[in-house]
């Protein structure tokens, strides 16, 4: 490629570093749907463990795959995967309270133009209506234990993944497809003396791998972004503390609930994931309220099935790289930035970026406008999913602890504070068009946390209360009667995707 930031030369050799799920997805998207026109070679050593505790994921993983051809029963037998329909929520807005947020549409709108749970805000205000998750068919399910893909027209869901094997089978999807992989480690990135462009990739077994586009993949190391190109990191511990986590697997203490599990603990909380075989599991904090050894120690007295590894550490920050895109390097996954897995959005972000990276493909060079472009896409994007996990910690009554206490009263974001205003004046929600989490999301979290509103849409009012109570208790009758009618979890997996299938 031409040498400065618009060159007319072709961007055709695309260099990923690293593997793991950041570049394995990566690499068999971009062969998969740009694969005729750039030759695509990755590198990675297998002497370097990856983080591979981001085995849950949100619906758009399936639209990815989508996307891509991959078939969904044979990537869940790979993967040993299971059905997940939401997230559980225990003891964030008190101890001992329960919720879930489902990945599924709560009621419906209908011809009004309010959202439902207005008319579900109105139905409690006169004493009816029971709880908003029984409008959800993805909550009752979830609650059930129950799954099915034809038992109503739409079903919202994701996956609970094992990410090393993962990224095996995206492997096995890509080598044949013409990536090429190179075993070794980086020692050093070579840059352009002029323009500052990165040459090459030079291996500690003495090969260089030269490109026109490279993508770094490395983790929270950003060895090619962060490191070689100096791009510096926005740290967002101000609202977001955790910064810490430490992880096991274990075996299964009983069927595969089709959902994860976040449990508040003093100084954070602790994840539950359940696989076919086995369940991922680990215990996130703030070091300066709880030593490694305490987390350690609490992870496993408290998992339910016995561990099957040794628990190892990881420590991180919660923000992004001041640009994602710099010069002819795009930081995707760690690389490029992280928020705590509360919502398990990194697998996500990183497809997402993807994604605009194909559709933003420099092939004609890496120029300004087109960079600005992506990365203030990328930014949008952190930030709004920054402002939903901010939320969980913010929204709450704890008050038990010094972590809990400065989450309570700390400074937010003035993009969050205008949320919360929006919401506790007359329950209004929305999402944006390049927002991940949706109207409901916000509904389920902030009701499920205590933070109700003071009013709601007047919209509400012009349904006769007969006719809303009729119709309430219809949505209710007929999303109990679809789970009445589904399998157990355990039973359509072991169908549909067993994990020894080929």
């Known amino acids: 490629m031409q040498e400065g930031l618009t060159g007319d030369r072709v961007v055709r050799r695309v260099v990923v570093a690293g593997g793991g799920t950041a570049g394995w997805v990566t690499a ?166 002029e323009s500052g462009f990165i040459k090459a990739l030079a291996l500690e077994t003495g090969e260089r791998v030269e490109g026109d586009l490279f993508i770094d993949c490395t983790g929270f190391r950003s060895l090619l972004l962060g490191q070689a190109l100096e791009v510096p990191f926005e740290d967002w511990g101000q609202w977001i503390s955790t910064n810490s986590a430490v992880a096991v697997q274990s075996s299964s203490a009983g069927p595969a609930q089709p959902y994860t599990s976040a449990i508040a603990h003093e100084a954070g909380w602790r994840w539950r994931i359940p696989l076919q075989s086995r369940e991922g599991n680990g215990f996130v904090f703030c070091n300066e309220f709880l030593s490694d050894d305490e987390a350690r120690a609490r992870l496993l007295a408290e998992i339910e099935g016995e561990p099957t590894i040794e628990p190892w550490l990881i420590r991180f920050k919660t923000g992004m790289r001041a640009k994602t895109w710099s010069r002819n390097c795009v930081g995707l996954g760690l690389a490029g930035g992280f928020i705590e897995p509360l919502e398990s959005t990194s697998i996500h972000l990183m497809m997402a970026a993807v994604t605009r990276l194909i559709q933003d493909f420099p092939f004609n060079g890496c120029n300004e406008g087109l960079i600005a472009h992506f990365n203030e896409k990328s930014r949008l994007e952190f930030e709004c999913i920054r402002d939903f996990i ?102 359509f997996l072991s169908r549909y995707c067993p994990s020894g299938a080929p």
């Open 28 to 193: 068999t998207a971009l062969i998969r749907h740009l694969g005729p026109l750039i030759d695509v070679t990755l590198v990675e050593s297998d002497a370097i463990s990856t983080i591979g505790v981001g085995e849950s994921t949100v619906p758009t993983f399936k639209g990815f795959h989508d996307l891509l051809g991959i078939k969904e029963d044979r990537f869940m037998a790979a993967a040993q995967a299971t059905f997940k329909l939401g997230i559980e929520f225990r003891n964030w807005g008190r101890i001992g309270d329960r919720y879930i947020h489902p990945f599924g549409t709560i009621g419906t709108r209908a011809s009004w133009m309010a959202d439902f749970h207005h008319f579900w805000m109105h139905a409690r205000a006169n004493g009816f209506g029971g709880d908003l998750g029984e409008y959800c068919l993805e909550w009752v399910a979830g609650e059930a234990n129950r799954m099915a893909l034809d038992a109503a027209p739409y079903i919202g869901y994701a996956y609970h993944v094992d990410a090393t094997r993962y990224a095996r089978f995206l492997r096995d999807l890509a080598e044949p497809a013409g990536v090429r992989r190179v075993e070794g480690k980086i020692e050093r990135v070579e840059l352009d003396v």
């Open 390 to 491: 901010i939320l969980h910690y913010h929204v709450t009554e704890r008050d038990d602890s010094p972590f809990w206490r400065r989450c309570r009263s700390m400074e937010i974001p003035p993009s969050l504070k205008e949320r919360l205003e929006l919401w506790r004046e007359d329950g209004r929600a929305y999402q944006l068009d390049h927002e991940l989490f949706r109207v409901e999301s916000w509904a389920m979290v902030l009701l499920g946390q205590r933070f109700p509103a003071i009013g709601y849409h007047r919209l509400a009012q012009m349904m006769p209360q007969e006719e809303l109570r009729s119709q309430l208790d219809r949505m209710r009758h007929q999303i109990r009667e679809i789970v009445a009618r589904m399998p157990t979890h355990p039973e």
